[in-house]
């Protein structure tokens, strides 16, 4: 049973420390266990609104492996309009691969969300844009204007964004049809067997701890099919394309075939191999989209290069 709860003044969220975790900082382990940054991590340490076993901890303290953490995020019922009234600045790394009338595509770095949302008050693609003075459509909840779809704060790699309210409706729509070709990268442990494949198995809410998804029976329903690029000694670069867009999936999927994505230590990856290769986040990059522009039906598609540190880690792998 995890120890008593620190009175909260917003969402408290109790969470036991993973075996992949242990020796690790506090802001650094809690950082990649709810996909905070590690600025905010340190922030809330030091107004104690972090605890190891009951005990404050600061951000230096170390993590032990069957431990229980403990941290206060902000409110999760504050009104939206609370939520996205925080100062907008300028998203580092953030670009723009393409823009028109109707859409806005960007290259997403590392370490920023899609959009605000409760216990987030790091970067945004939303507010990147709007810094930008690019303007997107009004449709959805007030907090996720114009987005579409999303990737994870620790995932990079190709977005599109709705600008007017005709692409927005279109857009979701053919996310919602299949009719959109999302292919990633990604880097897992060892080597699939077979090299080429489809893993059709479905994805919820982890059963105790649900900052996490699982593999789980009666979840929704979750289609992910892949390519082995190239082999190294230790791990397998491979093509990914989704045909669902389920939370985590493939983080989920090839955690459950006993190849997490290196580096990501949340769904079982070995902390070791992501140290030798220079790594601190999950080796998953969304490398090319395709859609029909939703102004005029024309296909187009585009394709995110590999950021720095994902490109290092390949160097390191092949040696």
């Known amino acids: 049973m995890p120890p008593t709860p620190l009175p909260p003044v917003g969402e408290l969220r109790s969470l036991p420390v993973p075996d992949g975790l242990d020796g690790m900082r506090v802001d650094a382990g809690l950082a990649r266990m709810l996909g905070l940054s590690r600025t905010v991590v340190a922030a809330l340490a030091e107004e104690g609104r972090v605890a190891v076993d009951g005990r404050a901890a600061g951000k230096s303290d170390r993590l032990v492996a069957g431990g229980w953490l403990e941290v206060e995020l902000p409110d999760p019922e504050r009104e939206a309009s609370e939520v996205i009234s925080g100062p907008v600045e300028v998203v580092a790394g953030l670009g723009i691969l393409y823009e028109d009338d109707d859409i806005v595509v960007v290259d997403k770095p590392v370490g920023v969300a899609a959009h605000p949302s409760p216990g987030w008050t790091g970067p945004t693609v939303v507010g990147g844009l709007t810094a930008l003075g690019v303007r997107v459509a009004t449709s959805g909840a007030a907090e996720r204007q114009g987005i579409v779809h999303r990737l994870d704060v620790g995932t990079t790699g190709v977005m599109v964004v709705a600008k007017s309210e005709h692409a927005y409706s279109e ?90 994505c290196v580096g990501d230590v949340t769904y079982g990856a070995d902390p070791t191999l992501a140290k030798r290769v220079q790594l601190d986040r999950q080796w998953l990059h969304a490398h090319e989209l395709g859609f029909a522009h939703p102004a005029d039906g024309r296909r187009v598609d585009f394709t995110s290069p590999y950021p720095a540190d994902l490109a290092h880690s390949l160097e390191l792998l092949q040696d």
């Open 171 to 260: 857009l979701k729509r053919a996310f919602k049809e299949r009719t959109v070709d999302k292919r990633y990268h990604a880097v897992v442990q060892g080597h699939p067997d077979p090299s080429r494949g489809t893993i059709d198995a479905p994805i919820d809410r982890h059963p105790r701890h649900d900052w996490r998804f699982a593999v789980v029976e009666g979840g929704r329903p979750s289609v992910t099919h892949y390519d082995t690029i190239e082999a190294f000694r230790a791990a397998s670069l491979l093509d990914v394309r989704l045909e669902t867009g389920r939370t985590h999936q493939i983080r989920v999927h090839f955690s459950a075939m006993r190849h997490p």
